[in-house]
């Protein structure tokens, strides 16, 4: 009808995906912020609690902090939401005496509790994301060949950091640093939190890499339509 192009649009009705992408990082930091609380509850020890769940008390607040200025996608607030708990269980318990590794270990007749290798499992696991994020959002690396290879670098890397991290921790502590180090006897402990750690990064890279390219193409930030 005549003047119809002078109407003012009508503004688009937020479709399902964005309004989930506002109300998940709000569901999700109060499920971690319960865990994390509950982990503190009557912990083994407090040190080995603090220092096992370190990283979320600082990589908490840096997410809410800039979550607008830099908001990340769904794939990865569900991943750290996931490590986060991880991180809480296996401080309140120490990684050694996790009740559900000590019934997979009788279950399956290993000679370990298995859970500080699924937490190092996870320490490649889910940074792989997050280092994919930063360097396809952050640098010229977004659909490079090279960007897999340096994620997956950058999660061994890290890795090693924390073995560094945990060797101080055992220098400093003495043996009151086990339940920390969580060896359980194994002189090669640190080369198979390592090897997890790689694995884990690899397999995210593998199978994740899609999902996430489709979440990071639907970021306002990834289209320059964030400034």
Known sequence: MPGSALAPRRP??????????R??????????????AVSAWHAHD????????VWVLVGLPAVVLSR?????????????????LVLAVGGHYTYAQ?????????TFALDR????????????????????????RTSPLRGSRWLAPLTVCACLAFSALFEMFEWAAAVIGGRGADAFLATQGDVWDTQWDMFCALIGATVSVLVLSRVHDRQLGALPAARGAGD
Do not use: K
């Open 98 to 106: 996790v009740p559900l590794g000590d019934w997979v270990r009788d």
């Open 23 to 36: 109300t998940l990082p709000a569901v999700l930091l109060a499920v971690v912020i319960t865990g994390m």
């Open 113 to 136: 509790n298995p859970y500080d290798r699924f937490g190092h499992l996870m320490q490649g696991f889910v940074p792989a994301v997050l280092v994919r994020e930063l360097l396809s």
């Open 46 to 53: 407090g040190t080995t609690w603090l220092l096992e769940t």
């Open 12 to 21: 688009r009705p937020a479709s399902p995906e964005s309004a989930a992408h």
């Open 68 to 84: 607008r200025r830099f908001p990340l996608t769904s794939l990865l607030y569900c991943l750290l939401a996931a490590h986060a």
